[in-house]
């Protein structure tokens, strides 16, 4: 293995000398993975100054590696095994290009003299495999290729709209000659909608009678919360968080923060009918999640539409879309409007808190009212908890950029390793609230946290089964639904057997000083602990109709 300055600046030896230097150079020392024979090669000589973190299924890895590139702002690097290793990952694969999340995933193929023969772990197609859920997919038709492939796939990842790509690498190709160094470059990647469109925006909001803005998850994607929060000050529109987000956006005790969209189509435009003009902020604003025939708007509610994906501006049934990265477009914007006199819209009305005293049982409720005393507010909240997710938000405000992430796109089993991999990007706790179904996906990811002591408090709220699906399938007059009790598993046990401290409560009288042990008490080098609560009461259904 050659020195960083070879592998940097010099002339490499090897295709891996210089994929080892690219990986310096661009700070993807990290590596996510699970090995297997056709990626060993990539580890010959392995260097002292790379940390390989170890997931015990293609999922988790993935996972961990997005939770790792939230926290960095840093694409990050994962090593997939050819073939099924490949296909193991790919319902995380999807949520980080649903999420925008930049990673540069690699994966094994047999080497080039066998693939003809259509040998054991060889891949047919292996550009085709993830697409179409990766920005960038390709395998190199040289082995020398490989390193500027492997630069061009980095710099797609990490321009807007950010996400995955895929770069598919025979395992021979490791030990042969290298071409030339490849040196990072810089790819300045904001950009802004034209001065006409933008003047025209500001010259609506200046008129209209009663504003709003819809953050998406785009706004903490771009570091945008500053130029949102000054926007919607200055014309003190109402704020709502999109549907289903997979981020935080705005800080939700603002007394401009009115709650958070619902994914039903009816039930959305009836919260935009009092704003005669919406302004959505990296955002696909119309994410529906069950069948509804309403239009996606009220008449009378004009939308304007800013992201920097131009096919999602393509595909909205309605509005005007400007292609435009936020932060600079926020910041003229600000500039363009009048600071606005007009009566804010009035706060959030928040839910009384639930009384240890007054209850017989643990219910959501309670778990999340405790927990939120108990949260510093400078942690980050994970969540993946379908059936409590609108508890939560009621009852446990996010205040700040970066603090509150879950997926965007539905594929359970990224919360728990999402966390892991967040919580080892800076080695700050991270509190991640999981569902009992949830947390079944990708458990593995707990040996991982104990293995390198990562600061994450698991609060696991067990109602015995998938309750999203069964308060779905009550929606639609289905009850009970078959395959959704999944009673019985001893999350505290298991736990406990990846060595992960953990522990167990059922009863309100408990409940505190349960929290206190695996959140208050516990400092960032504390590594994880796992607490098991059993609760009740979760038998209502999702997306009941909304009064204010």
């Not at 300045?188 to 469109?197: G, K």
């Not at 959030?348 to 009212?369: G, K, N, Q, Y």
């Not at 603090?403 to 892991?420: D, M, R, Y």
Request: aromatic share 6%; net charge negative.
């Amino acid at each position: 293995m050659t020195t960083t300055d070879e592998a940097t600046h010099g002339t490499p030896t090897t295709v891996l000398d210089a994929v080892v230097g690219l990986l310096r150079a661009t700070g993807m020392t990290t590596v996510f993975g699970n090995p297997g024979s056709t990626e060993l090669r990539m580890f010959r000589d392995w260097p002292d100054d790379f940390r390989y973190v170890l997931g015990l299924q293609e999922s988790t890895a993935v996972g961990m590696a997005a939770g790792h590139s939230l926290g960095t702002g840093r694409a990050a690097f994962v090593s997939l095994h050819s073939a099924g290793g490949v296909g193991n990952a790919l319902g995380a694969v999807f949520n980080a290009y649903r999420d925008r999340v930049p990673l540069v995933i690699v994966a094994g193929q047999q080497a080039r003299s066998l693939i003809q023969l259509r040998p054991f772990l060889g891949v047919d197609e292996p550009a085709q495999f993830p697409r179409p859920y990766v920005k960038f997919s390709r395998q190199p038709e040289r082995a020398e290729d490989v390193p500027a492939v492997l630069a061009e796939a980095h710099r797609v990842a990490m321009t807007h709209p950010r996400g995955p790509v895929f770069v598919s690498v025979p395992e021979d190709d490791w030990d042969r000659a290298a071409a030339q160094p490849v040196e990072p470059r810089a790819v300045h990647t904001d950009f802004t909608a034209s001065p006409d469109a933008l003047a025209a925006l500001a010259a609506r909001l200046d008129s209209c009678a009663r504003p709003a803005l819809v953050i998406g998850p785009g706004v903490d994607d771009e570091a945008a919360l500053p130029e949102a929060l000054a926007l919607a000050e200055r014309i003190r529109a109402g704020v709502w968080i999109s549907p289903l987000s997979g981020r935080s956006g705005f800080p939700e005790s603002h007394p401009l923060f009115q709650g958070f969209l619902p994914p039903v189509a009816g039930q959305l435009a009836a919260r935009l009918a009092p704003y005669d003009v919406v302004v959505a902020l990296g955002t696909p604003v119309f994410t529906y999640h069950v069948v509804d025939d309403s239009p996606p708007l009220a008449p009378g509610t004009e939308l304007f539409h800013l992201d920097c994906d131009p096919a999602q501006a393509t595909w909205l049934p309605t509005g005007t879309s400007l292609v435009t990265t936020l932060r600079p477009a926020l910041t003229q914007l600000a500039a363009l409007v009048g600071e606005s006199d007009r009566e804010p819209p009035p706060p959030r009305v928040r839910p009384h808190p639930v009384s240890v005293a007054d209850s017989s049982h643990l219910t959501p409720e309670l778990v999340l009212d405790e927990l939120y005393r108990r949260l510093p507010r400078d942690r980050v909240l994970v969540e993946e908890a379908p059936s409590h997710r609108d508890a939560l938000h009621a009852r446990v405000p996010v205040d700040r950029s970066g603090g509150f992430l879950t997926t965007g796109s539905g594929a359970l089993g990224w919360g728990l390793p999402l966390a892991v991999g967040r919580a080892l990007a800076d080695h700050r706790r991270v509190v991640c609230v999981l569902g009992d179904g949830s947390a079944m996906y990708s458990v593995q990811a707990l040996w991982t946290a104990a293995k390198h002591r990562a600061p994450v408090s698991f609060i696991v709220l067990d109602n015995g089964g998938y309750g999203a699906v069964r308060a779905l399938g009550r929606r639609i007059g289905i009850d009970p639904a078959p395959g959704t009790d999944i009673g019985g598993i001893e999350f505290a046990a298991l736990a406990a057997s990846f060595g992960c401290a953990a522990h167990y409560a059922d009863r309100p009288e408990d409940l505190g000083k349960a929290l206190d042990r695996a959140v208050t008490h516990l400092g960032d080098e504390d590594g994880p602990h796992l607490l098991h609560l059993k609760v009740a009461g979760t038998e209502g259904t999702l997306y009941e109709p909304w009064a204010r």
